[in-house]
């Protein structure tokens, strides 16, 4: 188990530097710096601007610098909002989106779970159509879709809530746009499980169990279950990257400060260092995710631990 | 692969019999027509109706939609037809749509063919490649690669691409690696035929079919990409318009004029699950093994 974490361990450093690369040839062969502007600014004060930026050096330069301000955990400055550096937007906005992003996984790993063993154990029952009908409704209506929808119906036709907005963390405001993810991520979490139970519950040594005599709450829960978690946690990985998909537009939809509105305010505004820095944020915890997952399933499985 | 060879019958091909299997299946048929109807009528549509999907109507300024007069779906808060725009939207989100998932599943069977056909160092390299591209958030490069290149129509076909391919790359490599296994690839090689030509005449159309599925779930899932986009204003510009612009135009009015999020929203799902029934009815159709 050691030696595996240490191995999955090696793979995410390339993963991470091959992304900072990526991102930075991209911003290069960007036409147009950061610095220009339509004011004429006489040349010196560029060229001074381009040094304290260190714009002037080689592009591999610039690359190494920027590696080892990372590992000192500092983002840069941002070239837009002045007198800002990257750190301090990201630590005013961080906040905001883990508090959504995690009070909806929470919530979706609960429900999903729950409502996808339900469908399972009692197929065809009214919990069953429920999960199916979420199912093909979450591939139908992307969150871009049942995002509005659900501010026509809570917020303008009921108005019970908010349409959007922020308060320091006031619930009513918290409501809407954690209900649009955690019903995106339900409706792929309790197909998945549903499936995955329906299979093991057919498996030879559940029918096994229950030849025994064994009584179905104890099949379930000591046997059935851990095994058919495994699919579950298989697809929290890509749930994390398309989590951030439903991220960006929840957040532009209800318009809530966090990462995501920096993300697509500074890809507008051409502020790279901003966009470099939220990249390798994102990335870094997306990969870390990835590889807690990789983990748990080692641990639940071992037979993958190749 | 036929699970059976009826020797019988020799005109029966594997192929014929999926087309059977198919038609069979009324909700992935019923799909496939909706899905060349909606495609005829957004190509068709625009040049037979009598308003321009640029022009303003200043007679009709956010119209409520209603047959009596020549707006049918209303009109927007500039007096365009919704309607017209619509279908508009319908052709470009389904050119980003099928060119995109074309390119990428070219990409991804070359890629995927090559690795598991040569294998050894060239595979892990590849595939290393790919579980790398798996952990980047493409949604963030993609919106990167549009702010630093443009936003011009083939540059958003081009990000989408660029991270839609390693789906189909892994599932075309493990085809290709029990492919590689068989007598006749075998027999090919001991006949001296080269590397490229087994891989693109003996092992890649052994794998249509496969792909054949899978470009069809590819193209709802690259229209979804592209719709992101450009609903956060990162994809097409206007005056051109995608399903995408048109919901995020639709969602900014929604209490003064709750169609013009409506009746593209309703294309767009519709569009979607068509695909992904049509793309359920092929794998059956196709894979007989697997039902």
């Known amino acids: 188990m050691l030696a595996y974490t240490f191995r999955r361990l090696l793979i995410t450093i390339p993963t991470l530097l091959v992304v900072i690369g990526i991102v930075y040839i991209l911003l290069f062969s960007a036409p147009g710096g950061p610095f220009d502007s339509e004011r004429v600014v006489p040349e010196a004060i560029q060229a001074q601007l381009m040094s304290k930026y260190h714009l002037d050096l080689p592009y591999w330069k610039q690359y190494l610098l920027y590696i080892g301000q990372l590992l000192q955990g500092d983002l840069g400055v941002s070239y837009r909002y002045a007198d800002w550096s990257v750190n301090e937007l990201v630590s005013g906005a961080l906040p905001v989106s883990l508090a959504i992003g995690g009070l909806s996984i929470v919530l979706s790993l609960l429900i999903g779970i729950l409502m996808g063993a339900l469908a399972a154990l009692f197929r065809n029952s009214l919990v069953d159509y429920l999960v199916m009908a979420l199912g093909s409704l979450g591939s139908v209506l992307p969150s871009f879709v049942l995002g509005p929808l659900l501010v026509l119906a809570f917020a303008i036709g009921l108005q019970w809530l908010p349409s959007g907005g922020w308060d320091h963390f006031s619930w009513p405001f918290m409501v809407l746009p954690v209900s649009l993810l955690t019903l995106i991520n339900v409706s792929t979490l309790a197909r998945i499980m549903r499936a995955s139970l329906v299979e093991v519950m057919n498996s030879n040594y559940i029918r096994t169990a229950r030849a025994k005599g064994l009584p179905i709450r104890l099949i379930v829960f000591r046997h059935a279950l851990r095994p058919s978690l495994l699919p579950v946690v298989t697809i929290l990985g890509p749930l994390a990257v398309s989590s951030i998909t439903s991220a960006l537009v929840t957040e532009s939809i209800f318009s809530i400060p966090g990462l995501g509105i920096l993300v697509v305010n500074g890809a507008a505004n051409r502020d790279y260092t901003l966009v470099l820095g939220l990249v390798v944020l994102i990335t870094a915890m997306v990969v870390l995710v990835n590889l807690c997952v990789d983990l748990i399933y080692a641990f639940l499985d071992p037979r993958s631990r190749a | ?291």
């Not at chain 2, 991804?108 to 892990?124: F, H, K, L």
């Not at chain 2, 029934?277 to 159709?285: N, V, W």
Request: charged share 15%.
């Open chain 2, 1 to 291: 692969m036929p699970s059976s060879t009826l020797a019988a019958e020799p005109e029966r091909s594997p192929w014929r019999d999926a087309m059977q299997r198919f038609r069979r299946n009324k909700a992935a048929v019923t799909s496939l027509v909706f899905l060349i109807l909606i495609t005829l009528v957004c190509v068709i549509g625009p040049w037979l109706l009598p308003h321009a999907y640029d022009s303003t109507d200043w007679d009709a300024l956010k119209l409520p939609p209603a047959l009596t007069h020549s707006h049918w779906w209303g009109t927007d808060e500039s007096g365009r037809d919704l309607l017209v725009r619509c279908l508009m939207g319908g052709r470009i989100s389904l050119m980003v749509g099928i060119l995109t998932t074309l390119t990428s599943i070219a990409l991804g069977v070359v890629w995927g063919a090559c690795a598991g056909y040569i294998g050894g160092a060239v595979d892990q390299v590849m595939m290393r490649i790919v579980d790398i591209m798996y952990a980047v958030p493409y949604l963030l490069i993609a919106i990167l690669l549009v702010t630093v290149l443009g936003r011009d129509f083939y540059l958003v076909v081009l990000a989408i691409t660029a991270f839609s391919w390693m789906d189909t790359a892994r599932l075309v490599r493990g085809q290709t690696l029990s492919l590689r296994q068989m007598e006749f690839i075998e027999a090919a090689r001991a006949m001296g035929v080269s590397t490229p030509r087994i891989v693109f005449e003996h092992i890649v159309p052994n794998l249509l079919g496969l792909v054949l599925v899978y470009a069809t779930v590819t193209v709802p899932s690259v229209i979804l990409t592209e719709s992101v986009l450009s609903f956060l204003g990162l994809g097409i510009q206007e005056p051109m318009t995608s399903w995408g612009v048109l919901i995020h135009d639709g969602a900014q009015m929604l209490d003064s004029a709750a169609w013009l999020l409506i009746f593209p929203a309703l294309m767009l799902s519709l569009t979607l699950y068509s695909f992904n029934y049509l793309g359920d009815g092929l794998r059956d159709a196709l894979d007989p093994k697997d039902r």
